[in-house]
């Protein structure tokens, strides 16, 4: 029991042995919440005996709950480690136990981006529908519009249906919208697909309606923990709400100077009200950082004190002194790049690893002159996203081999049937589609039907039966062995190696060592389909970790995260802070991003930008992120030219002004009921601060339409 409390301060004590009740930690970054937060989960554990799979612990990220995973793991020496996971992973958990309450088998896909891009894409091709009817990026809006805000229960009523039924009101449909949303359901129920957002709404769906099986849940998870609660959205405040409505024990952490996700729905309000929302809250303040060194911290300080909407709070150094916080002026983008690889080059030869090194920045188009300077100082490095490793083409067809032993979906059908090539092109393709639609079942069942048929003479067709036959008919294959087989055996891998696609290769290996990875700290007996469900849910930030190699990603993804080198990158006005930030709020939610950009460095943090020109012709000036921090805490490398500076503040105070203007338009709620003199009556869905515009449906239009805020709205 000792143990377990070793090495935390007196205000982590307290929140690792307040058990009961509701408890709200708010604390800076790097003060070790998420530290005190896994080693609760170890205490309730080892401490009171109380058992792994009766606590659920929600983190933002898959990575961070793989993360959490290892250190109970290494705390608790148990394999269980109960509900570790984000909120869409524990739906996913919650659905494989009680989709029937909605109509749905177990045997659930979870659908993510690209495989609603390739439902799309049949529906396009059997409608005449092109791109310029409507884009995919714009459908998928539509479907979440559409399925969170235009009453959930309406959807949940539609998925509900026969698929006959749902077959007809597809046919039926005439408007665009409704043809791709109404393809698109009738599609999904086909292959038993839940979206991520269905995942949401589902399972609260069953929450709310379904006092049975919330009581089940209810009676479970005994502790109910969430990091990152500054952050949360309303669905997700929701969940919260009716899981710990029966223990009533809820443990959350948050650092409200964190929150940037605004701009998706969270609120930190749901942090700030805590207490008035659950009376005998017991708050635990947390105010050593044990993260960065003084200077970094002295830095982080000054920056976000430059926020006016905040409750003032300062980080107080426990580290030692360290280097003084960096600032690097190139004359060009390529400057930029080049002094930072020559700074991690320095690094190396001093000894220390790749992987202790950090580039951070606000958008991914930052990353093109990095990697050119990187790949000519031979400096190897990972890209957290840009193509998302989980929609590369290879990734995608390794798991739809997978997914086909699993389900027999048509989706991962189409995607693999002809990869490598087995002579089933468009031809042989319509004539089992033709079948499939005639038969009412799916492509699968479709060529073991005919398959004996003239049609797949001279084909690689029964070869291809016989394989997914094979490794469907293996009971409980570890999905390693599994992926590895089908790789092999499918003569995929031989495909690629004969184009010469090294790349390609590696990604595949990557992934192996990320199922590798997975079954280690999910247990081996987790079987395809148990993988499968939540690799969906994967993105970049859940690759293999084990590579010696410079990390590059965007701030939003190194939340949480810290590392001993940080060089914060492109830090320019209209770059960080963005062009768009049109709004007071939106500015200092861009603040807090600065903020938890400087705030994951431990040991050395160096902030660097450019000059030359914007995309207008306009000269480029430091972003007013690094002019917040007080002089003094800055050394400056190679300083900008006299002047520049000067300019830059003027130009910065201008901005600031227009901001001020701007904010004073009030916006509507979403959900309020306006009429437009033109487009009649409709509902707001949305309104976005940043680009201070509405997304707006209305009763008579088609599609769901974004108006400025200053757009002639009336309520009704
Ligand atoms: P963030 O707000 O960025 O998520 P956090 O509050 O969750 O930060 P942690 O990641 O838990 O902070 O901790 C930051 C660092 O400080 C980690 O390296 C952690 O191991 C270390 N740390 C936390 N608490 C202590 C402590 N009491 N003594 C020594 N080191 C600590
Ligand atoms: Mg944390």
Not at 39 to 67: H, M, Q, Y
Not at 311 to 337: I, N, Q, S, W
Not at 437 to 459: H, N, Q, R, V, Y
Request: glycine share 6%; proline share 4%; hydrophobic share 40%.
């Amino acid at each position: 029991m000792k143990d377990i409390l070793e090495g935390l301060n007196a205000s982590q004590r307290e929140a690792v042995t307040a058990t009961e009740g509701y408890v709200r930690v708010i604390a800076g970054a790097g003060s070790g919440k998420t530290r005190a937060l896994s080693r609760r989960f170890a205490w309730l554990v080892d401490g009171l005996g109380v058992i792994p799979g009766r606590i659920l612990c929600v983190t933002f990220s898959n990575k961070s709950a793989n993360e959490m995973r290892q250190r109970i793991h290494a705390l608790t020496g148990d394999n269980d480690t109960g509900y570790v996971n984000t909120f869409h992973g524990f739906c996913v958990s919650v659905l494989q136990e009680d989709s029937h309450a909605v109509q749905y088998p177990k045997s659930f896909i979870v659908l993510d981006n690209s495989d609603i891009d390739d439902i799309l894409r049949i529906v396009y091709a059997e409608r005449g529908l092109t791109l310029r009817d409507m884009t995919f990026a714009e459908a998928r809006d539509m479907f979440e519009i559409r399925k969170l805000f235009k009453e959930p229960r309406y959807c949940l009523d539609l998925i509900a249906l026969p698929l006959e039924r749902l077959r007809k009101k597809y046919e039926e449909a005439a408007e665009t919208a409704d043809i791709l949303f109404y393809g698109y359901l009738y599609q999904q129920k086909k292959c038993f697909g839940l979206d991520y957002n269905d995942l949401i709404v589902f399972t609260l769906h069953i929450f709310e309606r379904e006092p049975e099986i919330r009581r089940k849940w209810q009676q479970r998870l005994e502790y109910v923990m969430i990091d990152e609660f500054q952050d949360i959205d309303g669905l997700q405040y929701r969940l919260m709400e009716a899981l710990c409505g029966f223990h009533k024990n809820l443990f959350v952490v948050g650092d409200p100077d964190q929150t940037i996700y605004t701009w998706r729905g969270a609120s930190v309000k749901y942090l700030l009200d805590f207490d008035a929302r659950h009376p005998g809250t017991r708050t635990i303040m947390m105010m050593e950082n044990y993260r960065s060194t003084p200077q970094i911290l002295a830095a982080a300080n000054s920056l976000i004190g430059k926020n006016e909407t905040r409750v003032k709070k300062d980080l107080l150094p426990v580290r030692a002194p360290g280097a003084p916080v960096r600032c690097f002026h190139g004359e060009t983008a390529e400057d930029e790049a080049r002094w930072i690889a020559a700074e991690i080059k320095k690094l190396r030869e001093a000894g220390a690893p790749c992987k202790s090194c950090a580039v951070l920045y606000r958008a991914h188009y930052l990353t093109r002159s990095l990697e050119a300077a990187f790949l000519k100082e031979k400096i190897p490095y990972t890209i957290y996203a840009g193509v998302q490793f989980y929609d590369r083409a290879e990734i995608k067809d390794a798991l739809a081999y997978l997914r086909l032993v699993a389900y027999r979906d048509d989706l991962s059908f189409r995607r693999v049937v002809n990869a490598p090539r087995r002579n089933m092109g468009a031809r042989r393709m319509a004539f089992l589609e033709e079948r499939a639609a005639s038969l009412g079942c799916s492509l699968w069942e479709a060529l073991t039907a005919t398959l004996d048929e003239e049609i797949f003479k001279g084909t690689r067709a029964a070869a291809f039966v016989r394989l997914i036959e094979r490794f469907s008919a293996a009971p409980v294959l570890p999905v390693s062995e599994a992926l590895s087989g089908l790789l092999d055996e499918s003569g995929y891998e031989a495909m690629l190696r004969t184009e010469g696609a090294q790349q390609r290769l590696d990604n595949l290996a990557e992934l192996k060592q990320a199922v590798h990875e997975y079954e280690t700290t999910c247990g081996e007996e987790s079987g395809v389909a148990d993988y499968l469900r939540h690799a969906a849910l994967f993105t970049d930030g859940d690759r293999a970790e084990s590579a010696d190699t410079v990390r590059l990603m965007t701030v939003h993804a190194a939340k949480g995260l810290e590392f001993p080198h940080v060089f914060l990158c492109g830090m320019n006005e209209g770059v960080f802070p963005t062009r768009r930030t049109r709004t007071l709020q939106a500015m200092e939610e861009e603040r807090r991003l600065a903020f938890v950009a400087v705030t994951r460095a431990r040991d050395a943090l160096c902030l660097t930008e450019a000059g030359g020109r914007t995309l207008d012709g306009s000269p480029r000036y430091p972003s007013r992120f690094v002019l917040d921090i007080d002089p003094e805490l800055l050394q400056h490398v190679a300083p900008p030219r006299p002047g520049l500076i000067e300019e830059a503040r003027e130009r910065i105070a201008e901005s600031e002004r227009q901001l001020r203007c701007d904010s004073r338009i009030e916006a509507l709620p979403p959900g309020t009921k306006v009429t437009h003199p033109v487009f009649g009556p409709g509902v707001i869905v949305d309104a976005d601060a940043d680009e201070l515009c509405y997304t707006v449906r209305f009763d008579r239009l088609a599609t769901p339409r974004r108006l400025s805020f200053k757009a002639p709205l009336t309520r009704s």
